[in-house]
């Protein structure tokens, strides 16, 4: 079975500062993808990034980007120049790239991070 | 990115009465269309897949009977919480699966329907 373990509940930056949150992994299946979704208060999820376990570079997307490190089984999403914006639930997500379990995503706990001015 | 909808944004209704709700995709088409629920300050789970033309798949402990699930195009599934009662109070999300993404298979997420049964 998939699991993702998110450590941090919450975490807090400074506006302009980087920002990492964490994101570990367990799964058997050798092809499987990784997701990190941004949830303000608002309550829609937003897709940041993506992932796939056979990608030889970590994924960027603006001002984010992901730590990939497949031997440690984590994918920690890093924020770059931090915003007041940038509030929100964060969470990060697996699927197995198989097909097997039908497309679901596994998600983990979840880390509120909260931008000072 | 891929937009989806979800209609009503806000329900509340009384117990006993049934809600729908409804996911489209807006500018893509999802052959499968996933339901979440989520309590305050917890993550998501998963109620149910929705595959175009077939059954959902519910997982386990979820009521089929109860949360009715309807795929009928490429392009709305609906969610129906029948004899609604308080304790199915919850955020509701939707998500689909764009086929046109297949190396990735990113699902993008409706922005959530907040129901409250009185």
């Known amino acids: 079975a998939q699991k993702i373990t998110q450590t941090q509940p919450g975490m807090f930056v400074q506006e302009k500062e980087a920002v990492t949150l964490d994101c570990t992994y367990d799964?058997?299946?050798?092809?499987?993808?990784l997701f990190w979704y941004k949830q303000p208060s608002s309550g829609e999820m937003i897709f940041l990034i993506y992932?796939?376990?056979?990608?030889?570079q970590n994924a960027t997307e603006g001002r984010y980007s992901l730590n990939f490190q497949k031997a440690r089984k984590s994918a920690n999403l890093v924020i770059s120049a931090s915003q007041l914006g940038d509030s929100a639930m964060y969470f990060c997500?697996?699927?197995?790239?198989?097909?097997?379990?039908?497309?679901?995503?596994?998600f983990g706990k979840g880390t509120l991070l909260t931008v000072n001015p | 990115g891929a937009v989806v909808s979800q209609h009503p944004s806000r329900v509340i209704c009384k117990s006993g009465t049934s809600v729908k709700i409804e996911c489209r995709s807006l500018?893509?088409?999802?052959?499968?269309m996933f339901w979440y629920r989520q309590f305050p300050k917890q993550s998501l789970m998963l109620m149910a897949t929705?595959?175009?033309?077939?059954?959902?798949?519910?997982e386990q402990g979820v009521e089929k009977d109860k949360f009715l699930i309807n795929h009928a195009s490429l392009t709305l599934s609906t969610l129906t919480v029948t004899s609604a009662h308080p304790e199915d109070s919850s955020f509701y999300i939707c998500s689909a699966r764009d086929v046109e993404e297949p190396s990735t298979d990113t699902q993008y997420f409706g922005p959530g329907t907040r129901l409250t049964v009185l």
């Open positions: 500018d893509f088409q999802a052959t499968t």
């Open positions: 799964t058997s299946d050798p092809s499987y993808g």
């Open positions: 997500a697996m699927r197995d790239l198989l097909g097997g379990s039908n497309y679901k995503l596994t």
């Open positions: 992932q796939g376990s056979y990608d030889q």
């Open positions: 929705s595959n175009e033309g077939s059954k959902a798949t519910y």
